[in-house]
């Protein structure tokens, strides 16, 4: 029956049944009001409704007040009900008060949510036939957003684009008619009522210059002329780029034409004083037996069981409860959970709530009081005192198999603890070996960087550190540290730091470009058999077409990146790793 049931799947069927209660219910019926009040000759209007037949969304109110979760949810609507008004009524003796709230600032942009949108900006004020919508063309947001980056007006901050100072001070300085969509977005409409008759180009032309209508050239221009242009003298001249290009647009005059660049790194010819017979040693570590103990308790851990305890709860314990968190009287976001798991001591939780928990026993309901820490990830959060309301379901310990035969057939499938041993041993001398291998090959690949004299490009020396410092910020965030906090704990200065990742940035360029010179030279650059055989297996794999594929993919950093790798195994088999 119903009592029979978990907690969890009785609240399921509750909303199933409240579900259908709800869809053959009355008709919610509601008046939408929008009041102008008049006060000491200020104008103050109150936007709400009237419910006139509550219906079904009664039942599914009553539903939600049943749980202490959802009720303080249902609030703010029914606090949106305004009482009965009439117009010209007047009311005396008016109460006021001051509230105040606080509002969560808009995420900021990446490059990804920033150039997507660039592309829909102003959409709702373009005609429904205009070619273009949005800011720039696909040829040219990105080469918008590098130009901001290059002179100063946008930072990249890990994967974050944010504005700086100056950055600042340009939006506020520029007419709002020159930062605004609605621009694009009026050319847009002027060209579709010239090309339907209905406007004089000639009277535009003279009201907002000749120059007003070469927005459309210039865009096909940046979208496939330049690009045309740009992949003609690329082999003309025989170059090979080894980065993507950044179109730029210089000048338009009417006199002088349609000047634009094309920015792009161009690969370096190396002196490359040796390419094999480099000597390494790949050496690995012993396997100690403290080493195999400490994986025995893993395994053990894992395969613990969760027993119930009586007593009070201490540290160690594992226990399930459920949590409201209060600010001020009031829940906050983020704040709630049901049956959830704790190991008490484990420092999950911010300071105070797990030690909140110690003492008490399971069945109990009780508070803890505790303050969130000043430098807590939520700002509207940080440093402020709330209360936690816990419902302490159980106490549980955990209890370790013993290490014997039952546990070795369990978790090994091996007979005796001696034979499990030996295979924790010889797992973990393999992992050792992989890892010293792969140290021996990255040694091996550093002197090959250090046999190639010649200059880089800095353009590539600078987008490889980028990279660096973002899959550095990443992974910081991912821990919740800033660089700051994360240099203070390695007592390094930020100067010495980028400076190092820097050097890493060279050196892994030059080792790349010296790589990629060795596969032209030993002609180990994929074919385009190979690259369609490459991207016929991605077309199956995504259910696309070849050509899909195809249109979709950078071709020519495919070929590079499949170049350079099949010249570092050519490299590491025409070179000496020895054993130690």
Request: proline letters at 4%; charged letters at 30%; a negative charge.
């Amino acid at each position: 029956g119903f009592d029979g049931l978990t907690e969890g799947e009785k609240k399921l069927l509750s909303l199933v049944c409240c579900k259908l209660l709800c869809a053959v219910a009355a008709p919610h019926v509601y008046e939408a009001v929008t009041a102008t009040f008049t006060c000491a000759g200020n104008e103050f209007t109150a936007k709400g409704k009237t419910i006139q037949t509550p219906g079904w969304k009664e039942i599914d109110r009553r539903f939600k007040a049943s749980f202490k979760t959802d009720a303080a949810e249902d609030a703010p609507e029914l606090a949106r009900e305004l009482p009965e008004i009439t117009e010209g009524q007047t009311f005396d003796e008016v109460a006021s008060s001051v509230t105040e709230h606080f509002t969560t600032p808009p995420k900021p942009y990446t490059e990804d949510t920033l150039l997507s949108a660039m592309e829909r900006a102003g959409a709702e004020d373009m005609p429904e036939d205009a070619e273009r919508q949005g800011l720039g063309t696909p040829a040219t947001r990105a080469s918008i957003l590098e130009k901001l980056v290059q002179m100063g007006f946008v930072e990249r901050r890990g994967k974050q684009l944010l504005p700086t100072k100056d950055g600042h001070n340009l939006a506020c300085v520029l007419p709002d008619m020159l930062t605004s969509p609605q621009l694009t977005a009026q050319w847009e409409t002027e060209l579709t009522a010239i090309a339907k008759g209905e406007a004089d180009r000639a009277q535009i032309e003279a009201d907002r210059g000749e120059h007003t209508f070469w927005y459309d050239a210039i865009n096909d221009l940046m979208d496939k002329d330049v690009p045309a242009l740009y992949n003609a003298a690329m082999a003309e001249h025989g170059f090979h780029a080894v980065d993507e290009p950044v179109y730029d647009l210089v000048s338009v005059k009417k006199d002088e034409g349609f000047v634009a660049t094309a920015t792009t790194a161009l690969q370096p010819e190396l002196n490359l004083t040796q390419t094999t017979g480099f000597k390494t040693e790949c050496v690995t570590p012993e396997v100690t037996d403290k080493e195999i103990d400490a994986v025995l308790e893993r395994r053990r851990a894992m395969a613990a069981e969760l027993v119930p305890h009586k007593g009070p709860a201490v540290k160690g314990n594992i226990v399930h409860i459920d949590y409201e968190g209060l600010l001020e009287g009031k829940p906050f976001n983020g704040g709630t959970a049901q049956n959830q798991t704790l190991q008490l001591g484990s420092g999950r939780m911010i300071p105070g709530f797990e030690e909140g928990i110690l003492g008490h026993k399971g069945g109990e309901e009780f508070d803890i009081f505790v303050t969130f820490p000043a430098r807590y990830h939520a700002k509207d959060l940080a440093g402020k005192p709330v209360v936690f309301k816990i419902k302490l379901h159980d106490v549980c310990v955990r209890q370790l198999p013993a290490l014997n035969s039952d546990f070795a057939k369990k978790a090994a499938n091996v007979d005796t603890m001696d034979e499990f041993r030996a295979q924790i041993r010889q797992q973990l001398h393999d992992n050792k070996h992989a890892a010293a291998l792969n140290r021996a090959k990255d040694a091996i690949l550093t002197q090959l960087a250090a046999a190639a004299e010649g200059d880089l490009p800095s353009v590539l020396v600078e987008s490889a550190y980028q990279q660096e410092m973002e899959q550095i910020q990443q992974q910081l965030q991912m821990q919740r540290l800033s660089l700051d906090r994360y240099l203070s704990q390695i007592h390094q200065t930020r100067e010495s730091f980028t400076a190092a990742v820097r050097t890493a940035a060279e050196k892994n360029t030059r080792a790349r470009m010296a790589l990629l010179q060795i596969a032209q030279n030993e002609n180990l650059v994929p074919t385009e058999e190979d690259i369609d055989k490459t991207l016929s297996e991605r077309a199956e794999r995504t259910k696309k077409t070849l050509e899909e594929v195809k249109a979709a993919s950078n071709v020519e950093a495919i070929r590079r990146n499949e170049g350079i790798r099949r010249a570092a195994d050519y490299v590491i088999e025409h070179s000496t790793i020895e054993e130690k």
